[in-house]
């Protein structure tokens, strides 16, 4: 025991001065949501900003002074209206950016808005434009309500005549189950990926990284077994990699908290996640899915000769931690008897059942205990790969 | 002591490797019944060409690597049985060894002492007696980083003697080292001598060993060809030179 915790200790103090491993295991994980969520949010107002002081620049086919649709439009102050001779010059300015929408007036229009009929606007628009659709079908729907108040009007009726069922909506899902479901499976997806990348690191420099420098072979010669190398250095793994999980955590709590522009349905529900509880799962959750990914990267950081070989194996290898953890994102996916025993899906499952609310006690059990076989496994397994002295010595 | 009996080691090919070695076997035989003895207070030498065993047979003795057969003891044991203890009574300093960069000379040595389980007050009085030796205390707190070869050398010797072994594994020591280094290097096999202690170093530079050893053994592809006194080998000389004549035991293969 003393051995490991010297082996260890020196580490800690050779990875702290590691500029690489720091910014990957700190620096980035903490910045990287605040940062990212702050541009985000930052970009879409002044977006929407824009988009509301701007006019709509709408084009009109059969821009009659009389119609009631034109009048409605040229008394508003968020549309700008220029008439266009035909549909085909129509299309091609709205293709082309010069206008932002445009509409075709049909002639009946006025005849059969009097007639009490339908009348028809067809309206285009550029799908990559994104909120120009969905200003317009604002716009013409206040005209569509006001047409159908002034024939409600016109025919005495009253305006439950419309509407001969009156539905209302009880919704029994509280904020936190609905964000958990839709959105809880963002969490896992980004704490194993960085989970993954801030233990790759270390476990290249602690493993190629002393092979490479010549300094295995005189660890190898002094009093210390391999286990004892093995498992001070994989404590070290386990630490970086969890600290910079834990950290993305923090850092994405930071973002939903302190970030101007978030909706308050999400900021009260993330804040009354960050309990005792949830970061103690986590951390039970984390700790056997970080020593399984040690016990997946030493051999490999073991069996490459240079820091570049144990580069190139490893990172392809970020792309098979991330495809399972897309699971928890899929909606539909649950956690199940047979997910819970599939790694990296498991824990992905299981957080998001665990920040809806909704997790089930022996689920969580068969999670946790499948992680730690795989830990144990992947442990014996590195224990057995570097006893060989081929593989150390390659 | 060192005691080499009848020594064998074979390692397993790839087909890589196969094809390297432009060998159709799996198995390739490094070590072919290798004996000797090393004696306290003598330096004992493993003269070879490259790719002869010598390293193989210094990893064997320092037990980086297990024999295929036969035994290595030191200091009495046997290193397979005993592999941690045998471990706390060698020294062992390569030509390449490399240091920590991220850590200062203090940090290395204060860690290879407790891997070597001396207690504080033993490692501040054995530390300050071989700084003082090698006049390393201006950059003992400094990033080994950024010291030069010179001194990065300095602080693996301190590191290699810093639990007092008993027995001193030297393979190829002064390889690609300036001559002012190797001249430390050199010293300190010297010292080790005086000091009663069991040294074994490997070379492929026989005026090298000229210089320093007391025993002599010449192994070439995995086989030992001369194992007696240097005095006994100058003695039975067939050629004009040392070298000539280590050649021609090389050859006579």
Redesign the interface.
């Known amino acids: 025991m003393k ?1 490991i915790v ?2 260890a200790s ?1 580490e800690f ?2 990875t702290l ?2 500029r690489r491993t720091l910014i990957m295991m700190i620096v980035v994980p903490i910045l990287v949501f605040p940062l990212i969520f702050t541009l985000v949010t930052r970009l879409q107002t002044s977006i929407l900003e824009k988009e509301q002081e701007r006019p709509l620049l709408t084009g009109v086919i059969n821009h009659d002074p009389g119609n009631k649709l034109i009048v409605f439009l040229e008394k508003r102050q968020d549309v700008s209206l220029i008439a266009v001779e035909d549909s085909g010059e129509l299309e091609r300015l709205v293709r082309r950016d010069s206008l932002q929408v445009g509409l075709v007036i049909e002639q009946d229009f006025s005849r059969n808005l009097e007639a009490m009929k339908s009348a028809g606007v067809k309206v285009y628009f550029s799908a990559t434009k994104l909120t120009v659709k969905d200003r317009i079908d604002r716009i013409l729907d206040v005209f569509s309500d006001q047409m159908l108040k002034e024939r409600i009007l016109a025919k005495d009726l009253e305006e439950s005549f419309i509407h001969p069922v009156n539905i209302e909506s009880v919704n029994v899902a509280t904020p936190q189950e609905v964000l958990g479901k839709l959105a809880g499976g963002f969490l896992p997806y980004l704490f194993v990926i960085f989970c993954f990348m801030g233990a790759m690191y270390p476990a290249i420099d602690l493993f190629t990284g002393e092979k490479e ?3 295995l ?9 391999r286990f004892e190398i093995l498992v001070g250095k994989m404590v070290v793994i386990v630490t970086t990699g969890i600290v910079s999980a834990m950290l993305a955590i923090f850092g994405l709590f930071i973002a939903f908290q302190f970030i101007a522009g978030m909706p308050e349905i999400i900021t009260s529900v993330v804040a009354g996640m960050l309990t005792l509880t949830f970061v103690m799962l986590m951390l039970v959750m984390l700790l056997p899915l970080t020593i399984f990914f040690a016990g997946v990267m030493i051999p490999l950081t073991i069996y490459a000769k240079t820091f570049k070989e144990a580069q190139s194996i490893l990172t392809p290898l970020t792309f098979l931690v991330i495809i399972p953890a897309i699971f928890g994102l899929i909606p539909g996916v649950e956690l199940t008897v047979a997910t819970a025993l599939i790694p990296i899906v498991n824990i992905s499952l299981a957080t998001k059942e665990i920040v809806a609310g909704t997790i089930e006690m022996p689920l969580l059990l068969i999670t946790i205990f499948s992680l730690v076989v795989y830990a144990t496994l992947s442990v014996l397994f590195c224990v057995k790969w570097f006893g060989k ?2 593989n150390i ?1 390659r | 002591m060192i005691e080499v009996i009848g020594l064998n080691k074979e390692f397993d090919l790839s087909k890589k490797q196969m094809a390297e070695a432009g060998v159709t076997t799996k198995k390739l035989k490094v070590l072919d019944n290798v004996n000797f003895h090393c004696q306290p207070g003598r330096i004992f030498s493993l003269l070879g060409p490259n790719g002869a065993g010598k390293t193989t047979t210094l990893r064997i003795i320092a037990t980086i690597l297990s024999p295929t057969s036969g035994a290595v003891k030191v200091c009495g044991m046997d290193t397979t049985k005993n592999g941690a203890k045998t471990r706390a009574k060698i020294g062992f300093l390569t030509g390449t060894t490399g240091l920590y960069e991220r850590l200062t000379p203090d940090e290395v040595i204060r860690y290879y002492a407790r891997l070597n389980g001396i207690e504080k007050p033993e490692l501040e009085k054995r530390k300050d007696r071989l700084y003082t030796l090698l006049d390393m205390h201006d950059f003992a707190k400094k990033r080994i980083g950024k010291l030069s070869t010179g001194m990065k050398q300095k602080v693996s010797i301190v590191r290699t003697m810093i639990h007092d072994p008993e027995v001193v594994v030297f393979d190829e020591p002064t390889a690609g080292l300036d001559v002012i280094t190797a001249k430390n290097i050199i010293e300190l096999i010297r010292d080790c001598r005086e000091s009663n202690k069991t040294v074994i170093f490997s070379s492929h530079i026989m005026s090298e060993v000229d210089m320093l050893c007391d025993d002599l053994a010449i192994i070439h592809k995995g086989k030992i060809m001369f194992n007696d006194t240097m005095d006994n080998f100058r003695k039975n000389m067939q050629t004009d030179t040392l070298t000539e004549e280590f050649i021609r035991v090389v050859n006579e293969s």
């Open positions: 051995n010297n082996i020196k103090l050779d001065r590691d420098r010549k300094t072979e005189t660890l190898l010669t002094t009093p210390v077994s002295e081929t010595l």
